[in-house]
């Protein structure tokens, strides 16, 4: 039942939550992508990665590429997506918590995974480590295809993101960091950064599928295997799911000639998505095993045993992750990744169309409004969060103990105020973890002036978001719930405190993370504690100095000139010169001829002068030489604690799964939303839709809904614009809100866990694929009956408007036949008011209708319709409503009156033929006598008086059906 709330009633008047403060990674200005000549000190340190695998470096070498992916040189390939390439040292994820009980991924609280001592055998000092089946691993591949290239060239081949950008290619490069906030972080997570190998067994076992896909921002892989059927649903509604930015599959998925089924889908339903085919010798099972086994970090190492025999997915993760590495110019550190299978079982399954249908993501109106169920929900601080909310909105979860153990956390905070709000507080200071991760674990091939300033900019990400660990710990103490405090063992980990300390030994205290470029450049410079490199502090005077020299120059020439300049910074132009149009007058308009590169925005003037310039490179020069001598000093630092990094990916998981319930409790306060419980009934006592909540003015108007075993099929009439479309897109949001964990709105709800969620819900013709409005209902209506199961909810609109009526009226018929063999819950609107008269053969119908009210004009002469949006049992009453639409348009009155009769002809001989008999109506009251004691029997917690009761109340309900026999039976004495 709803739970009590006390400490927001009245919030929404008196609250303005605090907008998200926090900014995610800021690209940080970084000076032209060299390679940054070694160092021997720097070299003796990388040593290991050179001597590591001489063999794949021979083997890049000499490779030879063709097709988009090919090198024309062959000798060096820049990184393809560039995320900050950074080196990481072969690790133990020794956890040096204690055996408490913790959550996973999904939010469940699981006993904790192997100890430390499992793995410390793959300890070792160097650096990157002795690996030689890693270096085979990681060796050279050839890429013979570049199918479906769709206007890709070679001018892709081993560019930046930003050469490939200017020079026009196209490019889906993720960015390297943005900054989110609540509402920005819808279009964060749209960031495409996910790479998806596919690959589908042969002969016998066509039809078997293996996916395996990373995420560039999270070192995460995650592999799949399931047998899909001939339409490949499953296969492309987790594709669309991942929104991937590249897929990759077998060359031999299209020899010439003989393209594959499933690759033509692909091809046809990404058009947008860079697609890649490699030779089939790299889907290689034994490879993907090996890869899985050195890659993934000891906390996840039980999936070795999930996916040890399924052979696709780890074919396809061999694939994957040789090319991720190839395009990245960078190495996976050993034991440095999550590896998680994801068994289709644990979710529920929503295809994209009924995504789109339903607004999940996107408003089908305007793609940029927030009108849409994630928009609802969102009130995540961190991107991690935004994304968690998102792959749950697509995937909602199926356990109901899972989801109950999510909705005690909400209930927790609800009742909580103090947790709420310090919990939020905290949460919203962090950053990207993920992406942190993700760059924390790769390893570059190369040193550059790029990839060194990025490793000093994480190390501080990395002090800031573990700093936050105490202060989150704080928060959670004295939480109840069995999650939350499975969040609260997870942070325990003394990991995070070994690793802050160390890090504190050679960073300053007050070095921390800041919004602002220069503030950014100056946490840099200033990063490590004086008096650990000498050279580096007389660099650092010398930097002060300069930069010191452009203020006093500066101030100097507004002196000279009597104009009120000040010193500003841009990561693209250094330092430059400012100034206010409105408080300088120019003799004769004019700047003086010194200044150079004048720019006006606004109001303000921005320009340089020659010796600026000269400074800015001295100020560059001397920046390059501190970060030189800095990111040495971090590469030792990070060497020493690697080997305690993993922590963080529990770290990552708590933060965006509390966001994530922050979320919805947040969602909670607005409105009035319930707790709700999980039978096998669909019960929702005064529901309404939430995404209409949030557009209209007034509150929609509630609704209640009841469908069970026995009554599951419910077919809505009424008049256009009555409001059928609404109630059954708020029904299906309400069902998923309900399994990702969320209170919904309503009064009260029950649920009964959809294993899928399917809607054929009428819109305009798809331009895109081509199709009539017809053939894409038809297609839609195909896929559904094709996958649907008992445990489905079926959201069906307006079916069979795309051709004529009695065409329509065969194909419903036929299509509500063949799901009312299934235990489905379906909700069917319709205008074809002769699918009523279906109840009359299967018990299991039942009809629902929207009513509206006829009133009057003041003369009394016409009358005008008004919509209630109250549903009520029964099919309507509403007679030709079309026609009464049609007449209040312009058509001639000769027109309708014509079209009157034959209407009224036409539904007089229908009906005749459809009237139910008395030994039906038995039959029915019979039927649902029978399924409402079974639910009894199963579900029933009334003690045995108030059972009496019920049970006197249906029999009296049964002779009202069914008064005849129910006579007949009294009279038995039975
Ligand atoms: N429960 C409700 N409370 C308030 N307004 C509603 C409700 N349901 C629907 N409406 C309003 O009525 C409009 C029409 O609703 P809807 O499209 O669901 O009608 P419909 O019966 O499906 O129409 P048609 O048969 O023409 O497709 C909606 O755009 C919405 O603004």
């Not at 000798?75 to 020794?94: D, I, K, M, N, V």
């Not at 089939?280 to 000891?298: A, D, H, P, V």
């Not at 340089?608 to 310039?613: F, H, K, M, Q, R």
């Not at 079926?794 to 419903?812: A, N, V």
Request: proline share 4%; glycine share 6%; charged share 20%.
């Amino acid at each position: 039942m709803a739970s009590r709330r006390p400490w927001y009633t009245g919030l929404r008047r008196r609250a303005s939550f605090p907008v998200c403060a926090c900014a995610g990674f800021m690209s940080s200005p970084v000076p032209p992508f060299c390679v940054w000549p070694l160092v021997p000190a720097l070299r003796e340190m990388l040593r290991g990665s050179d001597e590591r695998r001489p063999a794949a470096r021979e083997e890049e070498a000499s490779a030879s590429y063709s097709g988009r992916c090919s090198s024309s040189s062959g000798t060096e390939h820049l990184p393809r997506y560039h995320f900050g390439l950074l080196q990481t040292p072969l690790s133990t994820a020794g956890s040096a918590g204690g055996p408490q009980r913790e959550a996973d991924s999904l939010g469940r609280v699981v006993p904790p995974g192997p100890g430390p001592q499992l793995f410390s055998a793959a300890a070792g000092d160097s650096y990157f480590g002795d690996k030689s089946s890693y270096a085979e691993n990681v060796s050279t591949m050839n890429f013979t295809s570049s199918s479906s290239a769709r206007g890709l060239n070679s001018a892709w081949i081993g560019k930046t993101p930003l050469s490939s950008s200017r020079s026009g290619c196209r490019s889906r490069t993720p960015l390297m960091g943005y900054s989110v906030t609540s509402s920005s972080a819808v279009s964060a997570h749209l960031v495409a950064s996910v790479i998806v190998a596919v690959v589908e067994g042969r002969g016998l076992a066509r039809g078997e599928v293996g996916m395996a896909s990373i995420d560039l921002k999270n070192p995460e892989v995650v592999l799949s295997q399931f047998a899909d059927n001939t339409t490949y649903a499953k296969v492309i509604t987790k594709l669309k799911i991942l929104t991937p930015l590249e897929i990759i599959m077998s060359n031999t998925a299209c020899d010439t000639g003989n393209t594959t089924k499933l690759f033509s889908l692909i091809t046809d339903n990404f058009k947008n998505v860079t697609f890649t085919t490699v030779q089939r010798k790299y889907f290689n099972e034994t490879k993907g095993l090996e890869y899985i086994e050195q890659l993934c970090t000891s906390e996840f190492s039980t999936v070795l045993m999930e996916v040890q025999s399924k052979y696709y997915c780890l074919a396809a993760v061999a694939a994957l992750l040789k090319y991720v590495e190839f395009i990245q110019n960078s190495v996976y550190a050993p034991k440095s990744l999550k590896v998680r299978f994801q068994g289709s079982e644990q979710t529920a399954m929503i295809d994209s169309s009924s995504a789109q249908n339903l607004e999940l993501l996107t408003n089908n109106r305007d793609s940029r409004n927030g009108h849409t169920l994630f928009g609802v929900l969102n009130y995540t601080k961190t991107p991690g969060g935004s994304r968690r909310l998102r792959s749950n909105i697509l995937e909602p979860l199926v356990d109901a103990e899972t989801i109950n153990t999510r909705l005690d956390c909400i209930q927790e905070l609800l009742q909580d105020e103090e947790l709420f709000f310090s919990l939020q507080a905290v949460i919203s200071r962090f950053l990207d973890t993920e992406q942190l991760l993700s760059i924390l674990v790769q390893i570059p091939k190369q040193d550059t002036v790029n990839a060194a300033e990025s490793k000093i900019t994480n190390l501080i990400y990395l002090k800031h978001t573990l700093e936050l660990v105490d202060p989150l710990k704080a928060a959670l103490k004295s939480c109840k719930t069995h999650l939350l405090k499975a969040y609260y063992s997870s942070l325990e980990d003394k990991r995070f405190g070994i690793i802050l300390e160390k890090i504190k030994t050679v960073i300053n205290d007050d070095t921390r993370y800041t919004k602002g470029c220069l503030n950014m450049r100056t946490q840099k410079c200033y990063a490590v504690r004086p008096n650990i490199n000498e050279f580096l502090d007389i660099a650092r005077r010398t930097y002060t100095e300069i930069v010191d020299d452009i203020a006093g120059m500066i101030t100097q020439l507004g002196e000279k000139y009597n104009l009120p300049l000040k010193m500003s910074f841009s990561s693209a132009r250094g330092f430059f010169i400012q100034m206010n149009a409105e408080c300088a007058a120019l003799p004769n308009g004019q700047l003086p001829s010194e200044f150079t590169k004048i720019t006006k925005m606004k109001n303000a003037y921005s320009f340089t002068s020659a010796d600026l310039i000269k400074m800015n490179e001295r100020c560059q020069e001397s920046l390059r030489e501190i970060y030189h001598m800095t990111y040495l000093i971090v590469c030792k630092l990070l060497s020493e604690i690697y080997e305690h990094i993993h922590c963080l990916y529990k770290l990552s998981d708590t933060v965006s799964m509390l966001d994530m319930l922050l979320s919805f409790a947040h969602a909670c306060t607005l409105s009035d939303y319930v707790r709700p419980e999980f039978t096998d009934t669909l019960a929702i006592k005064q529901g309404w839709h939430p995404i209409l909540e949030k557009i209209s003015v007034e509150k929609p108007v509630s609704n209640n809904t009841y469908i069970t075993e026995g009554s599951n099929f419910i077919i809505i009439t009424g008049p256009n614009m009555s409001g059928k479309s609404t109630y059954l897109k708020q029904i299906a949001l309400c069902q998923i809100m309900a399994q990702i964990g969320s209170y919904v709105p309503a009064e009260y709800s029950s649920f009964r866990i959809a294993e899928q969620i399917f809607t054929r819900i009428g819109m305009d013709d798809d331009i895109e694929t081509n199709s009539s409005t017809f053939m894409k209902e038809m297609k839609e209506i195909t896929y559904i009956m094709q996958n649907a199961n008992d445990k489905s909810l079926i959201i069906i609109d307006e079916l069979g408007r795309g051709t004529s009526t009695e065409e329509g009226i065969g194909i419903c018929y036929s299509v509500c036949e063949y799901l009312l063999s299934l235990k489905a819950f379906t909700l069917f609107a319709t205008h074809f008011l002769e699918l009523c008269h279906i109840d009359a053969l299967y018990p299991n119908v039942e009809n629902n209708h929207f009513e509206v009210q006829h009133v009057k004009n003041s003369a009394g002469n016409k009358e005008k319709i008004t919509y209630t949006y109250i549903l009520s049992k029964g099919h309507t009453e509403e007679k030709n409503y079309g026609l009464k639409a049609a007449e209040v348009s312009s058509l001639p009155p000769s027109i309708i009156l014509d079209a009157k009769e034959i209407t009224t002809h036409i539904a007089r001989q229908i009906l005749q033929k459809q009237r139910a008999t008395p030994e039906t109506l038995r039959q029915r009251a019979v039927y649902h006598l029978a399924t409402r004691l079974v639910q009894t029997a199963r579900n029933s917690r009334l003690d045995p008086d108030s059972l009496r009761i019920f049970l006197k109340g249906l029999k009296k309900k049964y002779e009202a059906d069914c008064p005849v026999s129910g006579q007949a039976q009294t009279e038995d004495g039975q």
